[in-house]
């Protein structure tokens, strides 16, 4: 039998914040939470808690263990969020991001998946130079020689096996320790470049994009000649292109542990 409080219910918006206050106290926990436990966390008395938690379960959106009465999130808060995430389009998501990109460098800004042993462009906006890159929607490309391949091949969950690494220009990397190590350094920094690589005067610079289980998905890349995306250009760039794949992250359901890296300074390549 369910408890019933007979303290007069919240109403208005401040009820809904504090509702949605604590749902989201409960996602944040990988255990249920008592009473007590979610006054502290939310900083809500724990009348009001009390209160708030009989109306969500009532709905469905919480739900008590039978062991101890704790609460954790209910189903019907489990299938919104399945919902949302089933209507949730990674290109319709990531497209503003590259307008923004595009805008912000002039330069071609893409979003790339892997597809087989290739890296697969999804979506493109092309940048407002006449010689700019043009990597069209629906173009494969190499993952051992572009930054979104090396970004894909680095996260991949379980992890992919090395490619043929064909040579494309003098700076590809054609053996396996060091694409290795390559892979490693893009694991370590959350990002990765590819300089001169799948053609002489060609750089790009790719950072990646989670899913809600933080699984790495795509990629979102810069390409534009070297002329222009220079050591020093590159440098200024690189922190809106990782700000630009953690939005789309966040869109997708990525928690901020998930789109987190390790701080470093960018290293730019030379």
């Known amino acids: 039998m369910k408890r019933r409080s007979n303290l007069r219910p919240l109403t208005g918006t401040r009820a809904v914040v504090r509702a949605v206050t604590v749902l989201k106290a409960l996602g944040r926990s990988s255990s249920a939470y008592g009473i007590t436990e979610l006054g502290t966390a939310t900083g809500l008395s724990k009348a009001t808690v009390f209160r708030l938690l009989g109306a969500l379960e ?46 912000d460098s002039g330069e071609t800004s893409t979003l790339e998946i892997l597809s087989g042993g290739d890296v697969l462009v999804v979506d493109e906006v092309q940048g407002r130079f006449l010689f700019s890159a043009t990597p069209e929607i629906g173009r494969r490309w190499p993952t051992h020689a572009t930054s979104t391949g090396k970004i894909l091949l680095a996260f991949a969950e379980p992890k992919r096996p090395i490619p043929r690494l064909t040579r494309y220009s003098k700076r590809t990397i054609v053996t396996r320790t060091e694409l290795e190590r390559e892979l490693a350094r893009v694991k370590r920094h959350g990002y990765a470049f590819a ?76």
């Open 58 to 103: 009532n709905e469905g959106m919480v739900a008590r263990d039978g062991a101890n009465g704790a609460y954790r999130l209910g189903p019907e808060i489990i299938t919104l969020g399945a919902c949302a995430l089933s209507t949730t389009d990674l290109r319709e998501v990531a497209h503003q991001e590259l307008l923004r990109l595009t805008d």
């Open 195 to 270: 300089v001169d690589e799948l053609e002489s005067g060609l750089v790009a610079m790719a950072a990646p994009i989670r899913n809600h289980r933080g699984y790495v998905v795509a990629a979102i890349s810069i390409n534009g000649p070297g002329s222009r995306l220079t050591p020093k250009r590159r440098r200024e760039l690189l922190p809106r292109l990782c700000e630009a794949a953690k939005r789309v992250s966040r869109r997708l359901g990525a928690t901020s542990s998930a789109r987190s890296t390790n701080g470093h300074r960018p290293k730019v390549a030379s």
